[in-house]
Every structure is written in C-alpha cells, then in structure tokens.
C-alpha cells in the first residue's frame, strides 16, 4: 500500500507539472480556429508563425535582450558573489539582505518603481530600459546561484594559492571562476529564461518601438487563445530545452 501510494503521489505531480504543457503541445496542431475539440492534424499554424514577419521581429528583439540581460546579470552577479564570500567591506551584510529582499519583492512593485526612475530621469522607454530592468531583475538570482555554490569552497586553495604569490586576479581567473563554471551557467540559463518570459516588468518599461515576444503572446491570448499561440508556445518551449540540454551537455562534459 505504501508503495502503491508513493507511485500515485509521483505520478500525480508529474500530471498536476506537466499536463498543461503537454494540453498546448497536442493543441498547437488542431485544425480549428478556436476550439479546443480535436478536429484534425495539421502544421499549418507552424507555417503561419514562420511567415509572420512582425512575430519573428518580436522574436528577435526577445533573443537579443535575454542573451544581454543575461549575460550582463551574470557578471555583475558572480563578482557579488565573489565579493560577498572572499571580501570584508562596509554593507557587506546589508547587501546580502538585500539580495534576498529583491528576489521576494513582488515584480510589480520593481516594474513601478523603474518606471518612475525613468520617468525622473525622463530616459525615453525602449530597448535600453527593457535592459537594464531585466539585468536588475536577474542579478540577485545568479548572485544567489553562484554564492550558494562558493560558500562550499574549500578557502584552504586561496590561502595556498597567495603563498605561491598569485594576485587577486590570478586566483579569481585561475581558481574560482573555473570552479564556479556549473553555477555561473546556471545562474545563466535561469537570467535567460527569466527575461525571455517577463510579461509584468516589460509591461510597464516597454516603449512602442522596441516590442518582445512575452508581451506579443499576452495581447494575442487576450483576443482568444487560438492555435498559432500554442504553436509559438511550443516552439518558445523546444526552444528553451534545447538551450538547456546543449548548456548542461557541455558542463558535464567538461567534468568528464
């Protein structure tokens, strides 16, 4: 009996996480405008993405943006991290706090409060300001990512290293950062993500000539949910696996 209601309890958390997706995935090829009956196979709503000029330009701009947010949060949250773990300086434990406070703080509260700095600083909104407010969301999480894994060093290799006479740098591009390669690559994939599907804070930041591919999918469900948006979900989908399973492919590969 007990194990009988272990493989139901997995089981049905694998259905409660993953039958959603699996619903936009079969639904992504009905032949019908707007029903959610099966009525036929077809790839057509494929087709209709890939012709879509004005979705693929939103497409783009979401790519670019992900990979720049992502990879600025990266740098500036690894060097927290390294700082935080290796470093004593004034703040030190109000900047940690801080970290935390940002990652539990409601996005609309951030996605406000950005506005109203661009609004005073009267920086025109667009592609600029989608940047910055998606690197400010992602930084506290690659810098929680890549502490959590710096706090299991062993601080005995720093020691060593400055009693061989290698500098700062030496240990940080020569020790730490190649140790922190797992982590730094998932504090990536996770900033990527994040600002690939941000709908709130892009919301309230975004200006009329710079359009992404999250607030594109919202104005097109609120006409209805059609099969050209589970299509561009699907694809949104495979998209984000593929970038994952060639990131994690490649860490492993490196260990071995």
Same mark, same amino acid.
């Given at each position: 009996?007990?194990?009988?209601?272990?493989?139901?309890?997995?089981?049905?958390?694998?259905?409660?996480?993953?039958?959603?997706?699996?619903?936009?995935?079969?639904?992504?090829?009905?032949?019908?405008?707007?029903?959610?009956?099966?009525?036929?196979?077809?790839?057509?709503?494929?087709?209709?993405?890939?012709?879509?000029?004005?979705?693929?330009?939103?497409?783009?701009?979401?790519?670019?943006?992900?990979?720049?947010?992502?990879?600025?949060?990266?740098?500036?949250?690894?060097?927290?991290?390294?700082?935080?773990?290796?470093?004593?300086?004034?703040?030190?434990?109000?900047?940690?706090?801080? &970290? +935390?406070?940002? %990652?539990?703080? !409601?996005?609309?509260?951030? *996605? =406000? /409060?950005?506005?109203?700095?661009? #609004? $005073?600083?009267?920086?025109?909104?667009?592609?600029?300001?989608?940047?910055?407010?998606?690197?400010?969301?992602?930084?506290?999480?690659?810098?929680?990512?890549?502490?959590?894994?710096?706090?299991?060093?062993?601080?005995?290799?720093?020691?060593?290293?400055?009693?061989?006479?290698?500098?700062?740098?030496? &240990? +940080?591009?020569? %020790?730490?950062? !190649?140790?922190?390669?797992? *982590? =730094? /690559?998932?504090?990536?994939?996770? #900033? $990527?993500?994040?600002?690939?599907?941000?709908?709130?804070?892009?919301?309230?930041?975004?200006?009329?000539?710079?359009?992404?591919?999250?607030?594109?999918?919202?104005?097109?469900?609120?006409?209805?949910?059609?099969?050209?948006?589970?299509?561009?979900?699907?694809?949104?989908?495979?998209?984000?696996?593929?970038?994952?399973?060639?990131?994690?492919?490649?860490?492993?590969?490196?260990?071995?």
């Amino acid at each position: 009996m007990n194990k009988f209601a272990k493989y139901f309890y997995t089981i049905s958390v694998y259905i409660f996480l993953y039958l959603p997706i699996a619903i936009v995935i079969i639904f992504s090829f009905n032949n019908a405008q707007h029903s959610l009956v099966w009525q036929g196979f077809t790839f057509a709503w494929y087709a209709s993405l890939l012709h879509d000029s004005a979705l693929l330009q939103v497409a783009w701009h979401s790519l670019i943006l992900g990979i720049l947010a992502a990879t600025s949060a990266t740098v500036i949250g690894t060097l927290i991290a390294v700082s935080l773990f290796r470093y004593r300086f004034f703040g030190k434990k109000i900047l940690h706090a801080l &970290i +935390f406070i940002l %990652i539990l703080s !409601p996005e609309i509260v951030m *996605a =406000i /409060a950005l506005l109203l700095m661009y #609004s $005073f600083l009267k920086i025109p909104l667009g592609f600029w300001t989608l940047l910055l407010a998606h690197t400010s969301l992602c930084i506290p999480f690659v810098a929680v990512t890549v502490y959590s894994r710096i706090i299991t060093f062993d601080i005995d290799i720093f020691e060593a290293a400055m009693d061989l006479g290698a500098t700062d740098f030496t &240990i +940080f591009q020569k %020790i730490i950062v !190649p140790l922190l390669i797992p *982590a =730094i /690559a998932s504090g990536w994939l996770l #900033s $990527f993500t994040l600002s690939l599907d941000d709908v709130i804070i892009s919301y309230f930041v975004s200006g009329p000539t710079f359009g992404i591919l999250p607030l594109k999918i919202y104005s097109m469900v609120r006409l209805g949910v059609k099969p050209e948006v589970n299509a561009l979900c699907t694809l949104l989908l495979a998209f984000t696996l593929f970038v994952v399973i060639i990131s994690y492919h490649s860490i492993f590969k490196k260990k071995d």
